[in-house]
């Protein structure tokens, strides 16, 4: 398989957290939901962007994303990939979290 890239950021408020869980081979993982807000700029005028989308967390980070504060907003970077094998939906798979509270998120 080639190696494609596929690198997502995304600016949004944590709304939900589920309960910190472990995999059938012992990795830490939390599901949890995030709202982004934002104004981009398409075919030379603004569009509104609203959203929820669902993530995971795996590993240390997971445990980390236990103790976040709803309703903050954070920086979460990672990748898209199927909700379950042959899904057609798909959520974010969260490598990264950076503390951005103060970004511009309505």
């Not at 957290?17 to 081979?25: D, F, H, M, N």
Request: hydrophobic share 45%.
């Amino acid at each position: 398989m080639a190696e494609n890239t596929q690198q997502f950021q995304l600016d949004a408020r944590l709304t939900e957290i589920q309960a910190l869980r472990s995999t059938p081979a012992g990795i830490a993982a939390i599901n949890f939901v995030v709202q982004h807000s934002s104004l981009q700029m398409e075919a030379a005028g603004q569009r509104i962007v609203q959203f929820e989308m669902q993530c995971i967390c795996l590993g240390a980070l997971a445990e980390r994303l236990s103790h976040l504060i709803l309703g903050k907003a954070y920086r979460f970077k990672g990748f898209l990939a199927p909700s379950r094998k042959g899904a057609k939906t798909f959520r974010l798979h969260v490598t990264e979290i950076v503390n951005f509270q103060e970004c511009d998120i309505v």
